[in-house]
């Protein structure tokens, strides 16, 4: 299989500038330089593996020294130096793994040999590739030659990390920085490959290859060569995924779904699939994370962000959270991610972190029901006890809260557990069912508060719809025209005729709130 890898990302490496996948400012800048004839003495290209830079080396090495080189500008593949370079024979053109040969006597025999006059060509050129791997001697007897370089001496270096290189050799390269190729593009030279051989590739299977090779050509190559050896027939996109271990689409989507009803039930069900079929955990997290990152995408930038072929998928996807939702689910999973490597039980972080997942749909976030609380503050605090905020601002607040904790869907339902009280913070014991459609259930018992003590009598009365946060329905009708809630300022402290008094509505939402703020924090504090 090593040397069928080779043949593919080989065969069809570029032999001209007009072949190069992407990086169109680096080839112009090259073109400029062979037409211009301003040839520095010394290039480094920068970039992420299989980007592209030595394979560019080569290219403008081949085209410096072409003995009948077009107006093009390309080199062309013919003439004796051009063919010696193509089959690696060149004398001229001297390739040198900086990996391997790093010691300082590997660059002291570049040094006695770079005065040599060239064989065919004009000039002699030295490709040191992965150049931060250089001891530092060889740093320093490299630097020697770079600073009284002989005149048809040229160096081109090559680095995924140029923050290792001395700062004394950049400053004397000419310096490229390559960037990732756009999946878009690898897709299409991957097209291209699978028509000259004839082999018949769902464009989907070269899409899910192109974005798993993460901007590196020859990576995507390397995969679409092992993928090709898979079968001799057509490739389908669910080849590609059992060949990349990547799990089908359905479950994600099957995921957006539990999230929306927020049934927890399918965490243990996901996991068990996973686990069935043999996929690596860690592995399906990291696509977890890449789904998430492509929600988070969609709803910030817009999904003209994400590549064409996804945007159907994340449109559906992304309606389904808030941009809130999905960035809170993304840290989450990047939090995961860094605890399942050091779990002993994987199989149970990953259900604990889907559970967490599902359920935070009827999280609220902090700076929310900070505002709330202000709100309902400031309510208490005037001796009107009218909640003198702008009815816009309520609004505006409560479009944050999730639904379902301002509209119950089943008002009548027995009272939450928030009123039972327990001794301690609960571990969240009915978080393993699938929980009624209130938050109601994510609050712990609740803490000896001041404002409990003060009003405990009234609260016992209090029917169950009020914990949720909900503008009385007598207040509605003002929202429209008037800019404040007003509520019917109460007389006296003590219920009348068993009616619950604004104010202690107030102070019932108010302890609601406090108890949500209390779970948010103390996960933060935790941490
Ligand atoms: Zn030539």
Redesign the pocket.
Known sequence: MGKKYQVLARKYRPQRFLDVVGQEAVLTTLKNALQFDQIAHAYLFCGSRGVGKTTLARLFAKALN????GADLE?????A??QEISSGQSLDVIEIDGASNRGIDDIRQINETVGYAPSHGQYKIYIIDEVHMLTKEAFNALLKTLEEPPQRAKFFFATTEPHKVLPTIISRCQRFDLSRIDPELITNKLADIAGDLERDVEMEALHLIASFADGSLRDAESLFDQILCFSSSAIQASTVREALGLVAEEYFSALDLAFADCHLAYAFELVEKLFRTGKDLPHFLEQLVDHYRCICLSKTVGLEALSPHLTKRYEKSASFYTSAQALYILDLLITAEQTMQKSPFPRVTLESTLLHLIRSKNRIPIEVIARRLHALEEAMKTSDHSLKVPAQEIEKIDAEMPHSILEPKEPAAAPPSVFVPEPTPVQEPSALEKPPSTASVFIPAPTETPLETETSPALEHEEAPSVFIKTPPESQPAVSEQKEYTFEAPSVFTPQNNQTTPLQKHASHYETMMRFAAVELEGTLKM
């Not at 072409?66 to 080189?69: D, K, S, V, Y």
């Not at 080199?75 to 003439?79: D, K, L, M, S, V």
């Open positions: 072409c003995l009948q080189r080199p062309c593949n013919a003439c130096s051009c």
